[in-house]
């Protein structure tokens, strides 16, 4: 890759300070005065300031937000609009710490400056949020000594802590702005992923100046004999970017397919075919300005069986099987699915509550692990009278049959029999005529003040009838996969374990 015309040197960012000490994030400057003396704000928090464009003057009429640092239920921006001068304030916000960030668009680029904020009680504080820092940097970039660039490719500056996409028109040409720094350059290509190139780039402060980037490829012409004159399926390729295999997909017709501007690296490639047959090269490298030649024998696999034993929370829970040398597999003994086609993962639930070493519930509502009676169990969180369960089960109508009787400890509890399904539901007190979500019970959909808990009831307890997988029992699940395959490595990947590849989910061959 060759780099030219590089500058040097640091942002530059500007800040009025109301009084107090100071302190600087982000490239801006933070103040906070005391003002506990003000009746008008009490233990309250206030914050004000000037927003500058990337001109350096004063920027009227753009979106100044402050939002949690911690973005936890219920929490969300305040947000007011610079006037003619570029000031901003907000008033009346909870003591805490905070975002302050704002957006604009300069020459098509949508720019975000932002900077962290702690309000303390009876504070005001000032800030200047300044585009300023934001220089232009133009070039022009060639893939493969194409001209323009390969189709299916980008090029960003990455570091640590952001990416600028560099938007390349038909000749190659770019024009943006970015923040001062030391970046790499990454390369996106077409179905191959993200590539790191070797070495760095220094934007300078003011104007990056020029950056011209010519990136190297090579090729590989991939053969397939034993599967017709016309195989029709997906070629697989597996290559390493940040240290982690990846593997893209492409489909394939016909029995030989030439892969072009691949970046330098090791790589291999497999192919499964629609009438089963499949194949898997080892690994190879691709060199830049060369073609590599890589033949795969197609052949049947034999139907391989798995099985294994995981310990899962209850819930619902989506899935797929991953075998490292034939990627996704379907669960074809689940007919439960979710999605449509490839895209399509395998669910299954987890009834019940968690339980103590002692015996007594950590979670609610609590489902019998035999039948459909659902325990409801709430705290007061005021000095309520009547506290009913109403949901799905029962249209959300009040009624005796779902009314919670009062428990010792200051609680409310209801056993009742809810059928079968996936219910929503909330508490009600007619005393107070409000609605309250239950606290003990995490799974909940919708947002704002829609929310509402979600409860599922198994059509048959806790444990799944004979012949069907994946086989649960209280909290423990057994997966079965019967799929044909190359590989003696097989993986359970879901929503439980964040799609990840973990060696506790691995399924042992049978």
């Not at 428990?407 to 409000?434: C, N, Q």
């Not at 307890?461 to 699940?477: K, L």
């Amino acid at each position: 890759m060759m780099l030219r015309g590089l500058g040097a040197l640091s942002a530059v960012v500007l800040l009025a300070l109301a009084a107090g000490c100071a302190t600087r994030g982000g490239g801006v400057e933070v103040g906070t005065q005391r003002v506990a003396s003000a009746p008008e704000l009490g233990e309250l928090s206030a914050i004000g300031g000037v927003l500058r464009g990337v001109d350096g003057e004063p920027l009227g009429g753009a979106l100044v937000s402050l939002t949690p640092a911690s973005q936890v239920a219920g929490s969300s921006s305040l947000s007011t609009t610079s006037d003619a001068e570029g000031r901003f304030s907000l008033e009346r916000v909870a003591p805490g710490s905070y975002r302050l960030w704002s957006q604009t668009l300069a020459e098509s680029e949508l720019l975000t400056e932002e900077t962290p904020v702690v309000l303390a009680p009876a504070t005001r504080t000032s800030a200047e949020l300044s585009f300023g820092r934001w220089v232009p940097v133009r070039g022009t970039v060639r893939i493969g000594g194409e001209v323009p660039p390969a189709i299916g490719f980008r090029v960003d500056l990455v570091a640590e802590d952001r990416r600028h996409e560099l938007r390349l028109d038909g000749n190659g040409a770019y024009s943006s702005r970015v923040l001062p720094g030391e970046y790499k350059v990454g390369v996106t290509s077409g179905y191959f992923g993200l590539r790191m190139m070797p070495g760095t780039v220094t934007i300078p402060a003011k104007d990056g100046g020029d950056l011209a980037i010519d990136i190297p490829t090579g090729s590989a012409t991939v053969r397939l004999t034993g599967g017709g004159e016309a195989p029709k399926g997906m070629l697989t390729a597996e290559y390493e970017t940040f240290t982690e295999p990846i593997v893209s997909r492409i489909a394939l017709y016909g029995a030989e397919v030439r892969l072009k501007n691949l970046l330098p690296g090791e790589y291999a490639v497999g192919a499964i075919l629609d009438n089963g047959l499949q194949a898997q090269s080892p690994s190879f490298s691709v060199a830049a300005g060369n073609n590599t030649d890589v033949n795969l024998e197609l052949s049947r696999p034999e139907i391989r069986t798995f099985q294994g034993k995981l310990r899962l929370e209850p819930g619902r829970y989506a899935y797929k099987f991953y075998a490292p040398a034939d990627n996704w597999q379907d669960d074809i003994l689940n007919p439960m699915k979710v999605g449509e086609g490839v895209m399509a993962n395998a669910v299954f639930s987890v009834p019940g509550g968690a339980k103590a070493a002692d015996g007594s519930r950590l979670r609610w509502p609590a489902v019998d692990d035999s039948t459909n009676e659902v325990t409801f169990r709430v705290s007061m969180p005021t000095l309520r009278d009547t506290v009913y369960v109403r949901g799905t089960f029962a249209n959300w109508r009040r009624s005796d049959a779902y009314r919670l009787q009062r428990v010792p400890e200051r609680a409310f509890e209801l056993t009742t029999t809810i059928p079968a399904g996936v219910h929503e539901y909330k508490f009600y007190s007619p005393s107070e005529d409000i609605w309250f979500v239950d606290p003990s019970n995490p799974g909940r959909r919708g947002s704002d003040f829609e929310i509402n808990n979600v409860l599922e009831v198994p059509a048959d307890g806790s444990a799944s009838p004979d012949g069907a997988w994946p086989q649960v029992r209280g909290g423990s699940v057994t997966f079965r996969a019967e799929l044909p395959t190359f590989s003696d490595e097989l993986y359970v990947r879901g929503s439980f374990n964040n799609w990840e590849i973990r060696e506790e989910h691995r399924l042992l061959p049978r």
